[in-house]
């Protein structure tokens, strides 16, 4: 087995609902999403094929992409319905001992107390397997479940969404690693010479601390984000232990590589302390030509308008009110979430319809990974070769085959290879992933304030 | 077995953390309750022993009782560490089938969507044993660490909570109980003309909805609450299933069991359709003499001081500003929580000085269940045949060994009464405790608008 050869790394994406625009519909896809055995028995499957984690994104509404209407979404079952994500990682922790379990919350609608304590607990139930992916969120629909007109715009999130992840770091860094005694003959539970009150005080929010849970088993779960806006890529060069992104070409993932990890060094950080794992979606099938037409079972199972939906929703943008078979209308880019612009650029460097681009978005999957296990194992390798990516995510097109298919096909050719693990070498998802454990006090790097607050 | 004796129904009070004030020093006291195995295996005794539920109670903050400072908390294990119980009974649910599992969230510091949410979650992914203990929440330090300079009062908190019910309850009907309909022939996911917005704006809290739930298998999830105060009965008259109480004579038990069932009789409820369980610490030895002897055991662990921080996190007043060997001075009664007056009604009554208050509220255990099974389980019938109880919680002095006696001692003496159950005739939370399930739109009858917002 080659060693020289660098490691991939594997997350895989799993809503905690029904998958993409018509993983409902699929012939394969287990309808039990509303279930607990749905997400455990995928669970095991990744478990088995030792993937570093599995991921839950969110959504805290249901998406009001067409005339401001939730009807189409809830029609469709188009971005809806989504469970809490954080009771999901949770029951999948207790029915797996290696898999990391990550889940997303907002730093726009929830309080760096409630935040810190969900993670830090986990982490102490699972034995160091936790990661948080933070978003600041897209949709209207959103602010409007809590008690705001209208999404701030990306710098006011962004603003917070600093403050927030200075508090969090610094409540789990509340408790020093041995401040817990638990002396029963002296009566001594804990240190508290050792645990220190945070008295933070932002622009965007205040916490007084400390936070009523010991520092966890990996220090600070680890940081997961996704941001593709130039004050996104920032943020998250700074922050985040794993970057998730989304790319329609080799060469703009390598663009995004290079760029996020010139910035974590710029901040004084160690790029390959910043792991990015560009999302994919791969169809399997003995030859490409297979695989291709393996996709157009999608494809005719897609309704143009439930594409749509899911467009408007990525670009907050609504198509539907133009003539379905006229061009695309002006879109400004600079509004859309930075992963989404390719995807309208493309749309119209090929001259698309509206109807077209809705049929196309809808059953699009990520990265162009369609072929044999050898063929996508081929590009994989090639995306790492090239410095696009440390790993991937993997997406399912439907739940559970798509990821049986990947962990009996595409792993072991990975493990042949020898870029992919065939045991889990340690127990917490920072060794999963080559991360180190921070110290206490390592958001002093992170932060803006550099801990000048 | 007579059958025609009124059933008892039976929870566990167990914290996310360490037991009451000494629970942690206790020598039978298991030390793992940062890990998940604490948890599940606590869960599988009270599962076999045919439990109701599991119920996990909630703090928002490292309790500063003492002189504003937390470091007392800290150093004696005194309501701290306390995980996020989320995740808790997540984990619970995971390994049981038919327990059900109850956790606490604030309406002070969290969103309705959110709430709504995570029971929601909760009730699909368990198959409909979920319930949610509503608090407004007691301490200012839990106040601070969600930006908020000190605890509103008390009416303030209500009248916020109040809101927050209809809107939660309003999110759980947002979609009806048939509005799921996954027909993969036509790509109909979801019936749009049953699924409605709520468009909530209150005084408090606005939001707009629908959920990105599904309506869940109980309909609602149990509702419980431990409303003391006049303004907490009558909330928990209207909104609650299950209402927790604590009480230290039989005659005060009586009185609030009445009160509070006239009250939901007055709101046009159906009284039996509300289950009261008083809290219960029982202490089981051969005889009643052998039991003090354990209790004595408590005693000699508890440090008065500790006992006087857990008292001021109880009735917000530190006494430890006092001589500790001098009477208690005068406290507002009217400002302390409801279920705590009895405390230093009766503290005041015997002439206790502070620090013996201390040593005595350190140690104290609910209801003065010391016996044998049989003279507990005389007692527990008695409070039920006196009108006092519908059933029990039962708080652990320590975890696990206190509940394993229980369930090895007192349910088989009550099973052989026939007052008690050998088999879970259900599977969800409500069968177990006779509850029916509410119809779309129960939160008319219950919000204190009527259904006229
Ligand atoms: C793979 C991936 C997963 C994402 N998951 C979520 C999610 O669960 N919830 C969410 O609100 N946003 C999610 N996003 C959006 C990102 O958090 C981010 O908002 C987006 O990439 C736009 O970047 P920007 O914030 O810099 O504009 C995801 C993005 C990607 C690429
Ligand atoms: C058995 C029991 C359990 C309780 N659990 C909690 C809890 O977990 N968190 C909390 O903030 N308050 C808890 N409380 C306090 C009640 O929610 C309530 O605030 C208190 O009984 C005072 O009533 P009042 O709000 O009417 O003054 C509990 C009370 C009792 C009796």
Redesign the pocket.
């Known amino acids: 087995m080659p060693t020289s050869k660098k490691r991939i790394h594997l997350a895989a ?1 799993m809503n905690a609902g029904p998958m993409g625009t018509v993983g409902w519909r699929h012939p394969e896809a287990d309808p039990g999403f509303l279930t607990a055995e749905y997400y455990t028995s995928v669970a095991r499957t990744l478990e088995a094929a030792k993937f570093d984690l599995v991921f839950i ?3 805290l509404a249901v998406p009001r992409s067409l005339g401001g209407s939730f009807a189409p979404a809830v029609t469709h079952g188009a971005g809806t319905p989504r469970l809490d994500p954080i009771p999901v990682i949770s029951i999948i922790s207790a029915v797996t001992s290696r898999l990391g379990v990550v889940s ?1 919350s ?1 730093t726009g609608y929830s309080a760096p107390y409630s935040v810190a304590r969900s993670y830090a607990t986990l982490d102490h139930l699972s034995g160091g397997r936790a990661g948080w ?1 933070v ?4 949709q209207d629909a959103e602010a409007q479940n809590y008690g705001q007109p209208a999404l701030p715009a ?1 710098p006011e999130r962004y603003a917070r969404a600093e403050e927030f992840l200075e508090a969090v770091t610094r409540l789990w860094d509340s408790w020093g690693d041995d401040s817990v005694i638990a002396d029963r003959a002296s009566g001594v539970f804990g240190d508290a010479e050792t645990v220190h009150a945070i008295d933070f005080v932002g622009r965007h929010l205040s916490v007084q601390g400390p936070l009523g849970v010991p520092r966890s088993p990996q220090g600070y779960p680890v940081i997961v ?5 130039p ?3 920032d943020f998250a060069a700074r922050w985040s232990d794993v970057i ?3 790319h329609d070409s080799l060469e703009s993932a390598v663009e995004f590589y290079a760029d996020v990890k010139r910035r974590a060094a710029d901040h004084g950080r160690d790029p390959d302390q910043i792991k990015i794992l560009p ?1 994919i979606a791969p169809i399997l099938a003995p030859s490409r030509a297979e695989a291709e037409e393996k996709h157009r079972v999608f494809e005719r199972l897609v309704d143009p308008v439930a594409g749509l939906s899911r467009l408007a929703y990525h670009i907050n943008f609504d198509l539907t009110a133009y003539d379905l078979d006229g061009p695309l209308p002006d879109i400004d880019v600079q509004g859309v ?3 989404y612009r390719e995807v309208v650029e493309r749309a119209r460097r090929t001259g698309m319809t509206i109807r077209q681009l809705g049929s196309w978005y809808g059953a699009r999957t990520e990265g162009d990974m369609l072929g044999s296990a050898a063929e996508v194992a081929d590009r994989l390798e090639l995306w790492v070769e090239a410095g696009a990516a440390d790993g991937f ?1 993997v997406i399912a097109t439907q739940v559970p085959t798509a990821f049986a298919e990947f962990a009996e096909q595409v792993v072991p050719e990975l493990q042949r290879r020898g870029v992919f693990r065939e045991e889990y070498e340690g127990t917490t998802l920072r060794e999963h992933l080559g991360l180190r454990r921070p110290e206490r006090g390592e958001w002093r790097n992170r932060a803006r304030s550099g801990g000048a607050r």
């Open positions: 994406f994104p969110d959504s997303t907002s992916n978003v600041t969120s897209f990306r984000q996704a941001g593709a806006s004050e996104g890529r998730f992104c989304s999302a979430q930075g992963h995510m």
